[in-house]
């Protein structure tokens, strides 16, 4: 069992930058991959971001490549979301993700998740 707690949300402008953290339970973190989604009022979680449980490998979506980067730290069992040049169509609450071995993009396919943390960007 996995429980994951986020934190960094808030209200920012337009252009700011926000990095959001997930702190995970459990003494097995690096066998995890670990993701971050979201979800806006009225519409589906979408998949932002997902890194390898050894952090080698990382994926995007295409509406926040370039922007936003996902790291982890496996000695803090802490998974981060830099999200940089922040417009207001990114205003959502933001999910932080887990499922044992490799990552993918689908929501389905995670079987943890975090209470999520909201983001609001103002123009």
């Known amino acids: 069992q996995v429980q994951l707690v986020e934190s960094g949300g808030g209200l920012v402008q337009a252009g700011d930058s926000l990095s959001l953290s997930c702190a995970a339970s459990?003494?097995?973190?690096?066998?995890?991959?670990m993701g971050w989604f979201r979800q806006a009022p009225g519409k589906e979680r979408k998949f932002l971001a997902a890194?390898?449980?050894?952090?080698?490998?990382?994926a995007y979506a295409d509406s926040v490549k370039g922007r936003f980067t996902i790291s982890r730290d496996n000695a803090k069992n802490t998974v981060y979301l830099q999200m940089n040049s922040l417009k207001p169509e990114d205003t959502a609450v933001y999910y932080c993700?887990?499922?044992?071995?490799?990552?993918?993009?689908?929501?389905?396919?995670?079987?943890?998740w975090g209470q999520g943390t909201q983001v609001t960007v103002s123009s």
């Open positions: 993700v887990a499922r044992a071995g490799i990552f993918r993009t689908s929501a389905g396919e995670y079987d943890y």
């Open positions: 459990g003494r097995t973190f690096s066998r995890y991959a």
């Open positions: 890194i390898s449980g050894s952090g080698g490998s990382t």
